[in-house]
């Protein structure tokens, strides 16, 4: 999401070495010159320890000085869960990422909005992601899925980013909003460009990415007088065209929820199915678990969910002053809820820092968040998990990591951006 | 105690008996009722703990606070008679309550 842009920005600046955590030692650093907004240490995979040390020793910690300003970091699971549940003190307005909003680029997103403009919104685009929707698309899934399994190479090394995870959450986009399916490469495109920093590959700036953005909306527009004047359907963009509380939408509405969906749906999963491979790899005894008994599935699905967290946290901003867990927190700062760390505190997840595909209660961690603003997508994303590793189950006896994983440099996106694997097929 | 009837979207029913105090969500967590996820674990934040209550019983349930209608509001399955069942305290006048659990829990 657009928050990498800023993070990059701060630290690719001669500020790096200033700001940066990585190879200090997290247990005898100065408690409040931990800075986990640095994307350092998610870039190395050093932070855990940072986070286990806040939750332990200053669990809503303040962060006075960083490259994105001062901000709260709040580390445990309950308080993580008071803040998330309380809109009223805690708005989701003007951001939920780190950086306050770029003013040159801003589009409007319902996750960025507070009751009661977010539930008209999310009310219009939400029954396209209910269950009883997304039950007439796993069978398209599930061949979508089979055709990519079926035509990976086996017992020769590739990477598992590009051609698994990147292009299965690619195709489930498109068919989500029955985008034209050869063009499919473009949604990609868009997320990257709208979470991109210029300069970094994807765009080489900010103009660059209003191209981008002005494609998407004229393509989408396309879509909408395509839908709008033919019966409604399922898919996305039918519902948005005929929807009562969004078929006067203003265009940059319209491509904000747009936006919103195609960037939401994508690195998350797409991580998802990175780290659950190499968590497997890294916990043999529980890939022996899955080999025996194909019914844990949906138990593991959400248990990897847990473990990769692929967003980080989210941000809040108090409206009034407030108490949380002791500390004043005022009107106007900055209030950051590491799910990453709630979802490895020991006293609300019973060994939290074990990874067990047969856990009690796996549903229950924060990866998508609670309260009004949780994850609209998550069926979803566990859906498509499952199918995964069903058709995976069904052909390999391992998907083995033969290399190291490389990850994304963001402290909000955590994820890979390339993992090196190797097939056994089932005999 | 109080007898607590689940019914499936299916119709497949599950009679359970629950203490006074807990709610009916946790009645069907410890009971292995399925069609109720509880994501949340109870904090009126997840919605996965939706229940229809069946009419006879709707004035005896309690109140749905702001925070459960601010949940409820956002379900696509919501109906009149919608509750999130972490939300209603169980109590000895609950003798003989019947739920329906929805087909899919969002
Ligand atoms: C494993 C995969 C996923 C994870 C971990 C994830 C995580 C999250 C989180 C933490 C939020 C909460 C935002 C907040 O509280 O401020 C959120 C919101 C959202 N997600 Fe996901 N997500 C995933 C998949 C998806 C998919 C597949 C879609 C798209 C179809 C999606 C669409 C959305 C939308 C639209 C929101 C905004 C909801 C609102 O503000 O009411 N997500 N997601
Ligand atoms: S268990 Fe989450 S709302 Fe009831």
Redesign the pocket.
Known sequence: MSENLTEMRASESPEQSRWSMVGKDPWTMPIEKIDLSHPGIWHTNEFLPFLERLRKEDPVHFCAESAVGPYWSVTKYSDIMEV?TSPHIYS?EPT?GIIDSYEEFTLP?????DPPK?DDQ?RI?QP??APANLKRLESIIRERVCNILDGLPVNEEFDWVKHVSVEL?TQ??AT?FDFPFEDRYKLTFWSDAATAIPGAGVVNSNEERWAAMEECLQVFTGLWNERVNAEPSSDLVSMLAHGEATRNMPPMEYLGNII??IV???D??R??ISGGVLALNENPAEYDKLRANHGIIPNMVSEI?RW????AY???TALVDAELGGKQIKAGDKVV?W?ASGNRDEEAIDRANEFLIDREKARQH?????????????R???M??RILWEEIMQRFHKVEVVGEPQRVYSSFVKGYTHLPVRLHPLN | MAKIRFIEHTGEEHEVEAQAGGSVMLAALTNGVPGIDADCGGACSCATCHVYVQEDWLDKVGEISPTEEAMLS?STDRQDNSRLSCQIEITDELDGLVVTTPEFQF
């Open positions: 998330d989701s939920v997103m319902f996750i960025a909005m977010h999310r685009a396209v992601v959450t489930m986009l989500l919103l969906l939401g749906g994508n998350t999963t991580n998802s969910i990769q967290t692929p967003l989210m941000r809040r809820m799910y924060l990866s998508f968040g609670f309260g009004l603003h949780r994850c609209m997508g998550n979803l994303a566990e498509q998990l | 956002l």
